[in-house]
């Protein structure tokens, strides 16, 4: 089963101006711990990617296809997108920089019949405490104590 | 309307009456299944084509590219945002239909004045819907939504004693009755409550008109019960007219305010209620109960009355708490010159009070509706949690609050408040204590400089007590004491725009800020401009699925739907004092003769009693 992973940066203009980076990093769940996935990497394309860097990022960052669109008059927006296969239980981690403000936001993936189904998800405006979050991710995805703490 | 491929859905339910009694959890239960069903369907619905936003030509100037959609198809395309002499125009192309471009917004100068105010919500972090589409068929609330509802509308009946001649929504039209049971109406308001990080607190009962619904009141009991603090009434003031006992009973179940349609001064703009609307205000100065003058504003039509009806708000001040004027949203297949005569914005409307209010109430005197987001974000860092936030998109509204001497000088509160000032001053104590510093401290700072804002010497006269106004401010922000805002608009007029969009202007950035809301029968809880926008695929569809057919509802009722229908009296209401009084010094409705008043009515699709 594929699974995207968008690393991007954009300088946005419109309606406001916002800065964002993102680097995104895919671990598979093996064994109680975190084994990073190996990607293949594409340019970003708006026919195949908008929907799923929505489903991405819409939520967790407030950040729309749409906003990219939107701001991109006299703004730059320059996105790679990785696939890899995945076979299990995921952890997305998204090490975003937001208007000069650092993020680790964390998305948890588990298989449902056929589908990789997303379990968890942070949202930027919620600042829920690491240690809380981590503590769910963990117990979500059956994870070792102390798995996330080196991601 | 062409349409690529609809498709047509059939009644799922053996009747709605079997649905109607049961409890709200249960009918949430039952009604949340058919979400799937009723969502919006790639390829059949709705195409897409993500290709290049059209070109610039010779003359425009790049604003913004955004995302639109094809007023023919509905097919999601790439727009272009472009000033050309001093406006904001929207061009987009669908491969299918050609090229559409239209003004978005009149006036470059106030669209960048405005721009600098944009402030975005937290989203919803309790979505309703899974994303499964790319905006704006994925409603929702979906995940990628900017906005908590600021105002929810719940539509509660589809039936209308009125016939305009462009409205093919009632029930007769239609075809069938959209009137959800008060149980039904409880789910619905139920999960706008469940919403975070905040829930809905404002409720709109709008239809069809919702007065003639026999349990009316019981439905405003029933959104007080649900822990709604804001009640208001959509109606066009018929029933209000001719029934006192109803503004009495709506003000004790709950009701905070009318929303009264009310389009001009003269029968001539304003053939809906213009006869009527004396008599309803009457009856709502007795019942207490304060009402906001909502008129849809069109080029051509009624654009040259908007400064005499705000002359007339303040006439009434007593019971009219503001006016909230809507430019005109375009619908149907109408084509670009026809569009041209009707079309009008922001920036028009606020130039046309400009000028019809002698420059008492200038373009600079308003303020886009994000601008109060300093308020919220203020008292959230007071409180650490997230606080009601007006953040839907600056291009959608416009508001300032007026005030008025005893001989009648207009002042609006920019006069005499530094608006600018106050919210950079609030945008930076919030910041200062989410970065640490003691927010007692803080507060303490803000106070003493608030009164650096305020020039108290070109106030009102009954507001020169600058510590009085100061009240009302500290009240709010501090004791974030929503009687504190009461307060303050019994002493003020609040006078807004709010732009829906249509298929000609659509802007996906727009709708996904979208704060004002509808309820939908499945549980589901649409944007404004997408619910009316894209009727057969939000609205009609959602309530042509949970209505009973007509026959089933007159059986049920004992009612005739065809004989609803008002036949307006004009003679009698001519005559009555409260119209002869009315709009005395506002405009000289009483020298139009008899024949006129009559025409204005029946053109307009309003039957007279000769």
Redesign the interface.
């Known amino acids: 089963m594929k699974m995207k992973a968008f690393s991007f940066s954009a300088s946005l203009?419109?309606?406001?101006p916002r800065q964002v980076a993102v680097e995104t990093v895919v671990y598979a769940v093996s064994e109680g711990g975190l084994r990073r996935l190996e990607y293949r990497e594409r340019d970003f394309s708006?026919?195949l990617d908008?929907?799923d860097f929505?489903?991405e990022f819409?939520?967790a960052l407030?950040l729309?296809?749409?906003?990219v669109?939107?701001?991109?008059?006299?703004g730059s927006f320059e996105c790679r997108v990785a696939e890899c296969d995945a076979e299990g239980s995921l952890l997305k981690v998204y090490n975003a920089v937001l208007d000069g403000r650092s993020y680790k936001l964390l998305a948890a993936y588990k298989l449902a019949g056929q589908e990789l189904s997303k379990v968890y998800v942070d949202?930027v405006?919620?600042a829920v405490p690491w240690g809380e979050r981590i503590k769910t991710v963990s117990a979500l995805l059956g994870l070792l104590p102390h798995a996330l703490e080196d991601i | 309307m062409e349409r690529i491929g609809t498709e047509v859905l059939e009644h799922p339910l053996p009747k709605y009456s079997d649905l109607a009694n049961l409890p709200p959890e249960e009918i949430g239960r039952i009604v949340k299944k058919y979400v799937p069903v009723l969502m919006p369907k790639a390829g059949v619905d709705y195409k897409v084509y993500?290709g290049k936003?059209p070109e610039l030509r010779d003359g425009e100037r790049?604003?913004?590219?955004?995302?639109s959609t094809c007023p023919h198809c509905y097919a999601l395309v790439?727009a272009t945002?472009y000033e050309k002499e001093g406006k904001v125009y929207e061009r987009k192309v669908c491969p299918e239909h050609g090229e559409f471009e239209e003004l978005y917004f009149g006036d470059y100068a106030t669209y960048e004045r405005f721009?600098k105010w944009?402030?975005?919500?937290?989203?919803v972090?309790t979505?309703n819907v899974h994303?499964?589409?790319?905006?704006p068929f994925n409603c929702g609330l979906?995940?990628?939504h900017?906005s908590h509802t600021a105002l929810l509308n719940i539509a509660v009946t589809n039936r209308c004693e009125l016939r305009c001649w462009y409205c093919f929504f009632y029930a007769v039209k239609a075809g069938y009755v959209y009137e959800p049971s008060l149980n039904h109406i409880r789910f619905m308001l139920r999960e706008a409550r469940k919403m975070m990080?905040y829930p809905a607190i404002a409720v709109q009962i709008t239809g069809g008109e919702p007065l003639l619904r026999d349990d009316i009141v019981d439905i405003v009991r029933i959104a007080r019960e649900e822990g709604y603090h804001h009640i208001q009434v959509n109606t066009e003031g018929i029933r209000l007219a001719f029934d006192p006992d109803i503004a009495i009973k709506l003000r004790e179940a709950g009701t905070n305010v009318v929303y009264m349609s009310f389009d001009g001064v003269t029968p001539y703009t304003n053939p809906k209620n213009h006869w009527e609307a004396p008599y309803a205000l009457d009856n709502l100065r007795r019942a207490k109960l304060v009402v906001v003058l909502v008129p849809t504003v069109i080029k051509g039509y009624n654009l040259h009355e908007v400064g005499a009806i705000i002359r007339f708000a303040v006439k009434h001040a007593d019971i009219v708490r503001g006016v909230n004027m809507q430019p005109v949203s375009i619908v149907g297949r109408v084509p670009k010159k026809e569009r041209d005569k009707l079309r009008v914005t922001i920036p028009d409307v606020l130039l046309e009070i400009e000028k019809q209010t002698d420059g008492q109430i200038k373009r600079e005197d308003w303020y886009p509706v994000p601008t109060v987001v300093p308020i919220s974000r203020f008292v959230e860092a007071l409180r650490g949690k997230p606080q009601f936030e007006l953040t839907t998109?600056?291009?959608c509204g416009a508001a300032t609050y007026l005030f008025w001497d005893d001989g009648g000088e207009l002042i609006p509160i920019t006069r005499f408040v530094d608006v600018d000032g106050v919210m950079q001053l609030l945008d930076r104590a919030a910041e200062e204590i989410m970065n640490g510093r003691n927010k007692y401290i803080v507060t303490l700072s803000v106070l003493s400089k608030l009164g650096r804002y305020v020039d108290a010497s070109k106030a009102p006269k009954r507001f020169r007590s600058k510590r009085r106004f100061l009240r009302y401010i500290f009240n709010i922000l501090v004791r974030h004491d929503y009687s504190s805002l009461g307060e303050f608009h019994y002493q003020a007029l609040f006078l807004g725009l709010m732009h829906f969009q249509d298929p000609y202007n659509y802007d996906?950035?727009r709708v996904?800020r979208c704060d004002v809301h509808y309820a939908m029968p499945d549980g589901r809880i649409v944007p404004f401009c997408t619910f009316n926008v894209f009727p057969e695929l939000y609205r009609d569809r959602a309530q042509k699925f949970f209505s009973y057919e007509i026959e089933e509802w007159e059986k049920l009722t004992g009612k005739k739907l065809a004989e609803e229908v008002y036949v307006r009296n004009v003679r009698k209401l001519i005559e009555g004092e409260p119209y002869k009084k009315a709009y005395e010094g506002v405009a000289d409705v009483l020298s139009i003769p008899y024949e006129e008043h009559v025409l204005a009515s029946k053109k307009f699709g309003i039957p007279v009693a000769e």
Not at chain 1, 69 to 74: D, L, N, T, V, Y
Not at chain 2, 62 to 67: C, E, F, K, P, S
Not at chain 2, 118 to 123: A, E, T
């Open positions: 203009k419109e309606p406001r708006l026919e908008a929907l929505d489903a819409g939520y407030q729309t296809v749409a906003d669109i939107r701001g991109m008059a006299g949202i405006t919620n | 993500l936003p790049l604003v913004a590219y955004t995302l790439a945002l721009r944009q402030r975005d919500g937290k989203g972090w979505p994303l499964n589409a790319l905006c979906c995940p990628r900017k990080p998109h600056f291009a996906v950035s996904q």
